[in-house]
Each structure stands twice: as structure tokens, then as C-alpha cells.
């Protein structure tokens, strides 16, 4: 006999594409690797490239913000910075929930202001440009990034916190619990694995160019300065 105490499957409706999930999974991805190498001497390599990869998604997920879905625009992550009116009243009134999705809105803003000022003074790091300012404020940027990360995934935390992960589910699944149309039309898996795989292609070029070329003598000069990033240089 077949048991009839199965749990009924909950509805749920797209909410964000595998495009955006992708772009936002290579943008943590490459900011973390490229924060791992930055002291590593032997791996600068690895830091430029990972730098590049960011820069590349950075600009994409902007272009995208003026092309994609209103949910991923950058209009509609102002219209949730304009809850700052009400931050009294949900102190007040102990307004947790819409607390910290104003702080996760306004933690965004913050990656992405870190990100551009991160890319534009590595860029000048890694071709002598200004001198040690240039390194100095990359510095000083790609620690404010780390924190802006830290307080960005603490509030997904918080927010995700006896809500059996509802907050956190969106970026891997693309889906969430309700009824209702799909608030995303197009999933877009084709395009992210396009994504993915130029992504992948650029970092097996950059390896395969780095074992042959290491001083990169044969690199478009844009790219890479001749001689690549030598610390001792500098």
C-alpha cells in the first residue's frame, strides 16, 4: 500500500535569473581570490587577474542594471535606500526585518562604490601610476570592501535567522516560496554559462600566457605592463 502522508510541494515563483546569480557568485568570487593573493609575491599574477575578472563583471552588472529585469536595476535598489525616512520609526517600533533590509540595501551600495575606486587604483597600482598613493588607496579600498562584504553577508545572516533560509535561497535557486507569476520572465541559463565560460577561458589564457610568458613581454601593453607585477621593482 502506497502511504498517502506525503507533503504537498509548496508553490514557488522565479525570482531572480541564473544571469544575475552568476554575475553576483564571479564578483564574490573574484574579489575573495584577489584578496587571498594580494601578499602572495609568487601569485600576482593570480591578483591582476582575478582584479581584471572583477572589473569586467563590474561593468557588466552595470550594463545590465540599464538593460535586465526592474528587479535588478539600479532604480529599484534606490527606491529600497529611500526607506533611510522611516529608519526612526523602525527603531521605534523595533522593526527588525525592515532595519536590516535597508542596512543590506545600503551595504550594496556600498560594494559597488567599493568596487569601481578598488579596480580604477589597482589598474594605476599595477602600471607605477601616482606612485605609492595609488597602492595606498587600493589598499585602503579593498579593506573597506572586505568589510562592506562582512556587514553585507552578516545581515543576510540576520535576515535569513529562523526564516528556514528564505533570504538566501534566491542567490542559489533562483526561486521563492508564494504563489503568483514568475517576477522574472527568462531564466537566462544559457547566458550565464557563457558567462561562466569566458570567465573560465580568460583565467586558463592568463595562466597558459604567465607559464610561456612570465615577464609578459609579448602582452597587449593595456593589459599587462612589460615585466608583469614585479614587487621588487616598485
Same mark, same amino acid.
Given at each position: 500500500?502506497?502511504s498517502d502522508t506525503a507533503v504537498?510541494?509548496?508553490?514557488?515563483?522565479?525570482?531572480?535569473?541564473?544571469?544575475?546569480?552568476?554575475?553576483?557568485?564571479?564578483?564574490?568570487?573574484?574579489?575573495? !581570490? $584577489? +584578496?587571498?593573493?594580494?601578499?602572495?609575491? #609568487?601569485?600576482?599574477?593570480?591578483? *591582476?587577474?582575478? /582584479? &581584471?575578472?572583477?572589473?569586467?563583471?563590474?561593468?557588466?552588472?552595470?550594463?545590465w542594471s540599464g538593460v535586465g529585469?526592474?528587479?535588478?536595476?539600479?532604480?529599484?535598489?534606490?527606491?529600497?535606500?529611500?526607506?533611510?525616512?522611516?529608519?526612526?520609526?523602525?527603531?521605534?517600533?523595533?522593526?527588525?526585518?525592515?532595519?536590516?533590509?535597508?542596512? !543590506? $540595501? +545600503?551595504?550594496?551600495?556600498?560594494?559597488? #562604490?567599493?568596487?569601481?575606486?578598488? *579596480?580604477?587604483? /589597482? &589598474?594605476?597600482?599595477?602600471?607605477?601610476?601616482?606612485?605609492?598613493?595609488?597602492?595606498?588607496?587600493?589598499?585602503?579600498?579593498?579593506?573597506?570592501?572586505?568589510?562592506?562584504?562582512?556587514?553585507?553577508?552578516?545581515?543576510?545572516?540576520?535576515?535569513?535567522?529562523?526564516?528556514?533560509?528564505?533570504?538566501?535561497?534566491?542567490?542559489?535557486?533562483?526561486?521563492?516560496?508564494?504563489?503568483?507569476?514568475?517576477?522574472?520572465?527568462?531564466?537566462?541559463?544559457?547566458?550565464?554559462?557563457?558567462?561562466?565560460?569566458?570567465?573560465?577561458?580568460?583565467?586558463?589564457?592568463?595562466?597558459?600566457?604567465?607559464?610561456?610568458?612570465?615577464?609578459?613581454?609579448?602582452?597587449?601593453?593595456?593589459?599587462?605592463?612589460?615585466?608583469?607585477?614585479?614587487?621588487?621593482?616598485?
Amino acid at each position: 500500500m502506497t502511504s498517502d502522508t506525503a507533503v504537498p510541494s509548496v508553490p514557488q515563483r522565479r525570482f531572480v535569473d541564473a544571469f544575475t546569480r552568476t554575475l553576483h557568485a564571479l564578483m564574490a568570487v573574484s574579489f575573495g !581570490l $584577489a +584578496y587571498l593573493t594580494s601578499e602572495m609575491d #609568487g601569485l600576482r599574477w593570480l591578483h *591582476v587577474t582575478f /582584479g &581584471y575578472t572583477l572589473g569586467a563583471v563590474f561593468l557588466l552588472r552595470l550594463v545590465w542594471s540599464g538593460v535586465g529585469p526592474r528587479r535588478v536595476s539600479l532604480w529599484a535598489l534606490g527606491g529600497r535606500l529611500s526607506g533611510i525616512c522611516q529608519m526612526r520609526d523602525f527603531i521605534a517600533d523595533l522593526e527588525w526585518p525592515a532595519m536590516l533590509k535597508l542596512v !543590506l $540595501a +545600503y551595504s550594496m551600495v556600498a560594494l559597488l #562604490g567599493c568596487v569601481l575606486s578598488l *579596480v580604477v587604483s /589597482g &589598474y594605476l597600482t599595477y602600471f607605477g601610476m601616482l606612485g605609492e598613493w595609488a597602492e595606498e588607496v587600493h589598499e585602503a579600498f579593498a579593506n573597506a570592501m572586505l568589510l562592506a562584504v562582512g556587514g553585507h553577508v552578516a545581515t543576510v545572516v540576520l535576515l535569513t535567522w529562523g526564516r528556514t533560509g528564505n533570504s538566501v535561497r534566491p542567490m542559489f535557486t533562483g526561486r521563492v516560496d508564494g504563489k503568483g507569476p514568475d517576477l522574472v520572465k527568462h531564466n537566462l541559463v544559457s547566458v550565464a554559462i557563457v558567462l561562466l565560460l569566458l570567465a573560465a577561458s580568460f583565467w586558463s589564457w592568463q595562466t597558459w600566457q604567465y607559464i610561456h610568458d612570465p615577464q609578459f613581454m609579448h602582452q597587449p601593453r593595456w593589459l599587462h605592463p612589460e615585466g608583469g607585477y614585479q614587487e621588487d621593482e616598485r
